[in-house]
């Protein structure tokens, strides 16, 4: 039987990563894009490649999601049942810092993949994929969100990520391209880029326990996160492209916990006694044993506007997609931190 082929912008990130390896073993030929970068950045698929001069079902090629000849050339090379668009610049805090690059990539980009599938005719044949996210839901007032929650983004990335959605759904009811919008609440791994949170605390405390680090410096501890592992979110977006019908799905676990909960939680399977004191911005985190400060907070953590609260419904995907979050969060910290144990 002829494999299906899988073009996927964002290889090199965690979802990337993850999803290559689910795709390879469904027996799927994956070709991946990766940017160019001064020092090499495969790091988080090095164990799949193979030399490009050797047969192999896991190809990346050089591409980015602001060249559009580039976006039409691969699909057009790579002629791909199914599209998952997982590149971005995808760091929320950053997006403050470079709103117009990551409107540039994360709207435009999108618009460029899908004018790209409608250029070259192939509207019938390949199934897109749209890496939405709870961000979209923003400064919401809803205790839990699904799809029909009103988007309210509380930043240039969640913004940018609206963009993305509706020109998905756009191009999905204009030309009938088979495209869906997964609209994903964090998910973490322990290949987790180092500067969103739970990695950050989770690396921090280990180090701290070990000697190598002395303080941990956090912003907002009190903003809420719906936290999910990264293996079973690929998971949901690759059945999005295997149902009958497109559609839009949220895609989380219905718990939410604050970000002081998570070091609580990561600090006690750590072995570190910690106890909080002051408030505000002057809060900190004592280790009991000694009562030195470990944690500390710091403005440039914060963000010019929070997302408070976020906290999903999936009851669309449990129905349709016979989907369901199976890692908890405790087994997601546990996996955390013995990767980071391992690489200490
Ligand atoms: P990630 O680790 O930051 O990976 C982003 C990927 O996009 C990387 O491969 C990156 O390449 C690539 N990229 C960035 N700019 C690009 C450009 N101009 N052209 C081509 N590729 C580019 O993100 P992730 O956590 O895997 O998330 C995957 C997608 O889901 C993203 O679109 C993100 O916005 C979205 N999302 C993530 C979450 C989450 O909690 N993880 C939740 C909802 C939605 P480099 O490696 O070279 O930087
Ligand atoms: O922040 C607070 C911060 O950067 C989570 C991306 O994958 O998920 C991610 O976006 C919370 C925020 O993730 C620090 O203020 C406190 O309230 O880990 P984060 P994020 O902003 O939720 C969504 C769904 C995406 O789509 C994005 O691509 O933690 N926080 N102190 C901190 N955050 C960071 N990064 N660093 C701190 O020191």
């Given at each position: 039987m002829k494999k299906k082929i899988a073009l996927i912008f964002g290889i090199t990130g965690q979802d990337g990563a993850y999803l290559s390896k689910l795709l390879l073993k469904k027996k799927y030929k994956v070709y991946g894009v990766k940017r160019r970068s001064s020092?090499?950045?495969t790091q988080r698929v090095d164990d799949i490649y193979k030399d490009i001069n050797l047969k192999s079902d896991f190809v990346l090629f050089y591409g980015d999601l602001t060249d559009s000849s580039s976006i039409l050339n691969l699909i057009k090379k790579t002629q791909p049942n199914e599209i998952y668009n997982?590149?971005?610049?995808?760091?929320v805090q950053v997006s403050f810092e470079v709103p117009e690059y990551s409107a540039d990539v994360n709207s435009l980009g999108t618009l460029r993949i899908l004018e790209a599938i409608k250029n070259l005719n192939l509207e019938k044949k390949i199934k897109f994929y749209q890496a939405g996210t709870?961000?979209?839901?923003?400064?919401?007032?809803?205790?839990f969100q699904n799809e029909k929650t009103p988007f309210y983004p509380a930043s240039p990335y969640g913004v940018s990520k609206c963009f993305a959605h509706w020109i998905t759904v756009n191009y999905r009811e204009a030309y009938n391209i088979f495209a869906c919008n997964g609209i994903l609440f964090n998910h973490e791994s322990p290949?987790?880029?180092?500067?969103?949170v739970t990695k950050k605390i989770i690396q921090g405390l280990i180090r701290i326990k070990h000697g190598y680090q002395k303080k941990l410096f956090l912003g907002n501890l009190y903003s809420k996160r719906d936290w999910g592992h990264a293996r079973d979110y690929v998971e949901a977006m690759w059945k999005m492209l295997q149902q009958k019908k497109p559609n839009d799905y949220v895609i989380g676990t219905g718990k939410t916990f604050t970000i002081k909960e998570f070091v609580n939680k990561s600090a006690k399977k750590i072995g570190l006694k910690i106890k909080w004191v002051g408030k505000g911005i002057n809060e900190k985190a004592l280790n009991i044993e000694n009562k030195k400060v470990l944690i500390e907070c710091k403005k440039r953590y914060f963000r010019p506007v929070e997302v408070n609260y976020l906290k999903g419904n999936a009851q669309r995907a449990k129905k349709l997609l016979k989907w369901s979050p199976k890692i908890s969060i405790d087994s997601l910290i546990d996996e955390m931190i013995e990767h980071e144990l391992e690489n200490l």
């Open positions: 020092i090499i950045n997982l590149a971005a610049q995808s760091h709870s961000e979209m839901f923003g400064r919401t007032r809803e205790k290949i987790r880029g180092e500067t969103f």
